[in-house]
């Protein structure tokens, strides 16, 4: 059958490391509490290279290893939670800077589900059109949207991107075998970065954007509550059970929320890797830098079986069962 297939992963992370110890001399905080509350020991933090730059990085990296060229490419989606600016989108400068002119591109705002969400449209999309070929990258510069003095959030986020290149092949399986996306928009106000205020004088200023602000004891809940949910729900649709499942690749947004999902899942945690101690949580790039990752250490082989689940703003939560 005619099907996608991920050819090429690629990540790119600025240079700066900003270990625990480093936040110390900013605020109230120690790398004990952090090490032990979230699994995070460092993050790597950009120095003025912003989300299309780290995307763009990521998207000529994958053109070069698998020896596509910019004009084979028909679609192009960022997901992100710190676009560059509300116009032009991130993907559009991601095109025009890859010289991808054949392209449509667009961004895909769902925080740390973001990249799941994006993967699933893009195999719809190529699916449905006489496309055959996308960049789906995943890219945040979230020190951006940090108050660098709130220790409640500040200790999380990091920078970075990752991506996949899809194209469309012959294939005795799909790459993706079942999917199951939700937003809880009741949810919404449970983590807000960005936000802008309407003003209500007229003529109006042009405002800044807020910080984060998270009520991380109940986005722990909705994780450990809805990501155990979605994996079964996706798996069901896929038809196979969780135990067959090689690898649960989770958005690295705590160590403990992934620890006590392995539990609820009853699967040993050698199946759920982590990178989260080196990048902290990087939204909507944390599921392809982990892929990436899990790539390059040898891990994934042909016929494998990957639930990858993104889950945060919105709130949102979403997951794939991908065949490799
Ligand atoms: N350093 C030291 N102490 C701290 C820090 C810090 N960085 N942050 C909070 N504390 C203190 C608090 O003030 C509180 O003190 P008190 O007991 O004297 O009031 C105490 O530590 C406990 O604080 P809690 O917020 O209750 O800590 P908790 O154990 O819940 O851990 C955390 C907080 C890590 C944020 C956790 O709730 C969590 O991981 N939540 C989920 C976050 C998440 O998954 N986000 C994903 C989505 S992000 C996105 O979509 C962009």
Redesign the pocket.
């Known amino acids: 059958m005619q099907d996608l297939k991920i050819v090429g992963t690629a990540a790119y992370v600025p240079p700066l490391t900003v270990s625990n110890d480093d936040l110390t001399t900013l605020m109230?905080?120690?790398d004990e509490?952090?090490t032990s509350?979230?699994g995070i020991r460092q993050r790597h933090i950009s120095q003025g290279e912003n989300t299309s730059e780290l995307a763009v990085k990521v998207g000529q990296k994958l053109l070069a290893q698998t020896g596509y060229s910019a004009d084979q490419i028909d679609l192009i989606i960022v997901a992100t939670?710190s676009p560059d600016a509300y116009t032009p989108s991130t993907a559009a400068i991601v095109q025009g800077k890859l010289g991808a002119a054949n392209a449509v591109a667009f961004d895909l705002s769902a925080?740390?589900s973001g990249f799941v969400f994006a993967l699933e449209t893009a195999k719809n999309i190529l699916k449905a059109s006489a496309g055959t070929t996308a960049l789906v990258i995943g890219a945040e510069v979230l020190s951006k949207l940090v108050d660098w003095h709130d220790?409640?959030t500040a200790?999380?986020f990091g920078d970075g991107a990752g991506g996949v290149l899809l194209t469309t092949e012959e294939r005795a399986t799909p790459l993706v075998a079942g999917s199951d996306l939700r937003t809880m928009g009741q949810l919404n106000d449970k983590?807000v970065a960005g936000a802008t205020t309407s003003g209500t004088s007229f003529p109006k200023q042009v405002t800044g954007l807020t910080s984060f602000t998270?009520a991380?004891?109940d986005?722990?809940k909705f994780?450990t509550n809805e990501v155990p949910k979605s994996i079964h729900r996706a798996a069901q649709k896929a038809g196979i059970e969780v135990e067959q499942i090689d690898y649960f690749l989770l958005h690295q947004?705590?160590a403990r929320?992934i620890k006590q999902i392995a539990k609820r899942l009853a699967q040993p945690l050698a199946k759920f890797p982590l990178n989260i101690d080196e990048y902290g949580?990087t939204?909507a790039a944390s599921e392809p830098i982990l892929l990436n990752d899990v790539v390059n250490a040898g891990k994934l082989k042909p016929g494998m079986t990957v639930a990858m689940s993104g889950f945060?703003?919105g709130l949102s939560v979403g997951t794939l069962i991908l065949n490799f």
């Open positions: 109230d905080t120690s509490w952090i509350r979230t939670m925080a740390c220790r409640s200790v999380l983590i998270m991380g004891r986005v722990y994780a947004a705590n929320i949580n939204a945060g703003g």
